[in-house]
């Protein structure tokens, strides 16, 4: 997870990157240099313009156009709009330029003015020689046509004003000057109703002539004016600005390149990486798809094993149980061999005692007979009948009476103990048939009864037994494997209950067309988590070396063979009741 | 049953009665038992071990004779509590069933002096009891005691010369371990057929045989018999493959054997039972009377012994001593 998310900030950044370089390398917009040159250019032509318009209006060709003034304004935008808007030339932030352009300004602002004022005066000498028209007109109306040396005087005048007003040149000047002076001296000889006209003529020339010496040094300074070379600087600086921004954006598209570059290169290495892993899957899916093929084949041949190991397993389960079986059998036998042994033994010393006793008896027995017969016959001899008499008593008292009693209670006791060893012989021929599944008709409380005999040394003092036998029919069944449930179920009880003492009790009775069999115990009882697992094979509660854990389990199975059920319920410390459900009859198919 | 409780307290056993002690759950058993010997003995009767402890605690006996299979205490159980509390007592055990790892317990704990079977021939059986008490009346408790290890538990080698130990096996693979294991504190030697080892009993101070049950096809137990009869001061400890408690038990009635091992054993079982075995031998020796305790029984094979074997063994010289019966 955290992968992923540092794998995307990497992307991020890396695409971030990517367009911050190009971005860097782009800030240059065409367009807006363009026009930014258009500006300049524009401002250059302006400029120029001005300069004719300023000489033309110099000229006085025709005084009443506005053409100049008009440019002013015009002008004026311009040089503000260099400055304004996307192209601000501001906006580059470079102080040369900056510098220049404000420097610029000012000249153009300087010129405008002068030229306003220049105007002005231009205006004005064109009215101050217009004045000099009409005034020499007037007088020349008012003029006698016989002073034609004045006339001809102030026509000259008129003229020469009107040629100095288009070209005041400085032969014109002095011309002029002479001509007012002369006017001057003239005036006076004229009619006085033209006299006054006549000063005022002769001094507005020289009027005029300062008039146009001024309005001549200011067209000077306008056309000195720096706002040519201002401008130039500004293009300058602006170039220079330009260049420099060209060059680092050419730097940043090298940047932008080579960063490029090693982007393609990792895309190239993931894309080579991810071919690989495709051409790995690609194998993969070969594979898999091999497999696939043999994997139907394979599945054929582990079910043929499966089958195999399966009947080779049940084989060896049942092999497990005979053998089992045999085990606990030999175990009950080698029980039951001391069972035996212990009544043969009772049996033999008794017998071999009341053989002795039997002999004392004899003897005793003889010197009676003797004793009597000597009394009884004819001819006896009292002291023959004496001696009998002290022998008989000596016998008697070596042969103690009581043997007598004795002896009867050893031969009672040996006909008990020979009764045991005919149970026990006969349980046990019982209970070796080994023959698994042949079917027979079997009473169940025999049965009972006889693994009884068989436990009895397991119960004998601990364990009392209590019976509860119902009337139940015989049922068919394999009886050694139904006695095997029995003895197994009674000797788990057994040993259940311990050597504290306790009761089994061993109910049957007979429910429809079943017999039941319940084995209850006051032992130690079990566990849920036990019972649950009281079937399974090995599993045992005892220790090590001291049961195989396949009694109950071998017990299910015979119960299962029957069709039958077993049903458990116990309470630990308590007691355990195991109830034994059997079919009266078994269905035909009874091997 | 009830204990035929005679009103005989705890007395020195020269003066009275010998008294035995019958344990059995099995009630016919200790009637036959009680008419058989009440006239010559005390005879005391017990149903379980519980019952048997509690009557020796109040009565002195001479012989206990139990049954091994009953609920409860089994005998070889009830032999052990009995020892600690009537030490001079012999013990016998009943057994009609060979459980044999109990058996062998009970060899290798509590020093059954013989085991029965079921069923027993009555004659045997009274012959057995009276041997069992003369060996009992030999010995006081406190010479009892002498031999109990727990009492002597690093005697060992005061007397200075270690006794010597023979081998006899010719399961070579057993007899390397055996040196390994005991090479280094006891001096070891080996035979591997009974002649040779006799050669060596005959040349050399033995006081213990570590022997196999059969060497070379022949059983060691005659070997064994006569010369606990000859010379009851040495100690036999049989180490086997044979988990066989007839086996076991024949060796223990005709030969006292000491300790009864299995192959392969444990190397700390093996050292203390050599040197317990080495212990008694040495209380022998300091204490000949002690061996009276450890008569074996006149079995028919040591009658039948090759007459040669007896010969030799009667006259063994080297330090054994002679001890004839």
Redesign the interface.
């Given at each position: 997870m955290i992968q992923r998310i540092a794998f995307a900030l990497v992307a991020g950044l890396a695409v971030g990157a990517l367009i911050y370089l190009m971005t860097l390398s782009q800030t240059f917009d065409y367009q807006v240099h363009n026009k930014t040159l258009e500006s300049l250019r524009q401002l250059k032509q302006l400029d120029s313009r001005l300069n004719e318009e300023t000489l033309r209006a110099r000229l006085l060709i025709d005084p009443d156009s506005t053409a100049l003034i008009d440019m002013l304004p015009v002008m004026r935008k311009a040089v503000d709009e260099l400055n304004q808007g996307e192209n601000a030339l501001a906006g580059l932030g470079d102080k040369p330029l900056n510098d220049a352009y404000t420097a610029y300004k000012a000249a153009v602002e300087t010129k405008l003015q002068q030229v306003e004022r220049f105007e002005t005066d231009n205006l004005s000498l064109a009215e101050s020689i217009d004045t000099i028209r009409r005034a020499g007109e007037e007088v020349l109306a008012a003029l006698p046509p016989t002073e034609t040396a004045v006339r001809q005087q102030i026509t000259l005048l008129i003229k020469e004003v009107l040629e100095y007003g288009l070209l005041p040149a400085p032969e014109n000047a002095e011309k002029l000057a002479n001509l007012g002076t002369e006017m001057s001296k003239l005036a006076p000889t004229l009619p006085i109703e033209v006299q006054l006209q006549a000063v005022q003529l002769a001094s507005r020339p020289n009027a005029v002539l300062n008039q146009r010496q001024a309005n001549e040094k200011l067209l000077g300074e306008i056309i000195k004016s720096p706002t040519e070379k201002n401008l130039g600087l500004v293009e300058a600086a602006y170039d220079a600005v330009h260049n420099a921004r060209l060059r680092q954006a050419e730097t940043y598209r090298q940047i932008l390149i080579a960063y490029a570059v090693v982007l393609l290169l990792g895309l190239a290495y993931l894309g080579w990486r991810l071919r690989k892993s495709f051409i790995d899957l690609d194998k993969a899916n070969r594979q898999l798809a091999r497999s696939n093929e043999t994997l139907e084949v394979k599945v054929q041949e582990r079910t043929q094993d499966l089958t195999k190991a399966y009947a080779a397993l049940k084989s060896s389960q049942a092999q497990v149980v005979q053998s089992e079986k045999m085990a606990s059998l030999g175990q009950m036998v080698a029980g039951v061999a001391h069972e035996i042994n212990t009544p043969l033994g009772f049996v033999r010393s008794n017998v071999d005692m009341v053989g002795g006793m039997f002999q004392d008896i004899k003897r005793l027995l003889e010197r009676y007979a003797h004793t009597v017969g000597l009394i009884r016959a004819p001819n006896a001899d009292d002291a023959q009948i004496a001696q009998a008499f002290d022998q008989l008593t000596v016998t008697e008292a070596e042969v103690d009476t009581v043997v007598l009693d004795e002896a009867g209670i050893l031969l009672t006791d040996s006909v008990r103990g020979l009764n045991q060893i005919n149970d026990l012989v006969s349980n046990l021929k019982d209970f070796s048939r080994l023959d698994r599944s042949r079917m027979d008709w079997f009473d169940i409380n025999d049965g009972l009864d006889g693994t009884l005999t068989i436990c009895r040394n397991q119960l004998k003092d601990r364990v009392e037994v209590l019976k509860s036998y119902g009337q139940v029919p015989q049922i068919q069944c394999a009886p050694s494997q139904v006695n095997q449930i029995f003895l197994n179920l009674i000797n788990n009880a057994a040993q259940a209950i311990g050597s504290n003492g306790g009761q089994i009790r061993l109910t049957t009775r007979a429910t429809g067309g079943e017999v039941q069999i319940v084995f209850e115990d006051t032992g130690c009882g079990m566990t849920p988590e036990v019972m649950a697992k009281i079937y399974e094979p090995f599993f045992t509660t005892k220790e090590i070396g001291k049961g195989t854990g396949l009694g109950l389990s071998i017990v299910y199975q015979i119960i299962e063979e029957h069709h039958g059920r077993i049903d458990v319920q116990s309470e630990p410390g308590k007691g355990t009741r195991f109830t034994v459900t059997l079919p009266v009859q078994q269905q035909a198919e009874a091997a | 049953m009830e204990a035929t409780a005679s009103a005989v307290s705890v007395s020195e056993p020269t003066t009275a009665r010998p008294r035995l002690l019958f344990v059995d759950?099995?009630e016919?058993?200790l009637?036959?038992?009680r008419?058989?010997f009440r006239?010559q003995y005390d005879v005391l009767l017990a149903s379980?071990g519980e019952q048997a402890l509690e009557l020796l605690r109040q009565n002195d006996v001479d012989v206990i004779i139990s049954d091994q299979?009953m609920?409860?205490m089994v005998g070889v159980e009830v032999l052990r509590e009995a020892r600690k509390i009537r030490p001079r007592a012999m013990r016998i055990l009943l057994t009609?069933?060979s459980d044999f790892s109990a058996i062998l317990g009970s060899i290798n704990d509590g020093e059954i002096y013989r085991f029965v079977?079921?069923?027993?021939?009555?004659a045997d059986?009274q012959d057995m009891i009276g041997q069992a008490v003369e060996a009992a009346r030999k010995l006081s408790g406190d010479q009892v005691r002498l031999l109990s290890e727990s009492e002597t538990p690093a005697e060992a080698n005061t007397s200075g010369s270690q006794p010597a130990i023979l081998i006899l096996d010719n399961d070579m693979i057993a007899v390397d371990e055996l040196k390994r294991m005991l090479g280094a504190d006891y001096h070891l030697h080996h035979a591997t057929s009974i002649a040779a080892g006799l050669d060596l009993l005959d040349k050399h101070s033995i006081g213990v045989l570590i022997v196999e049950t059969m060497i070379g096809g022949e059983s060691v137990a005659t070997l064994l018999g006569l010369l606990k009869q000859h010379h009851p001061q040495v100690v036999s400890i049989v180490l086997t493959h044979r988990s066989d408690a007839t086996v076991a038990i024949e060796l223990i009635n005709q030969g006292q054997i000491f300790r009864f091992l299995i192959k392969p054993t444990r190397e700390a079982m093996c050292k203390r039972s050599v040197q317990h075995a080495v212990q008694r031998h040495e209380s022998f020796k300091t204490n000949p009377v002690l061996t009276q305790r450890f008569k074996v029984q006149d079995a028919p094979a040591a009658q039948a012994a090759p007459q040669g074997m007896l010969d030799r063994i009667k006259n063994l010289r080297g330090r054994l001593g002679n001890w004839g019966t």
């Open positions: - | 759950d099995e016919s058993i009637t036959t038992m008419i058989m006239r379980n299979r609920p409860g009609g069933y079977h079921k069923p027993w021939s009555n059986l």
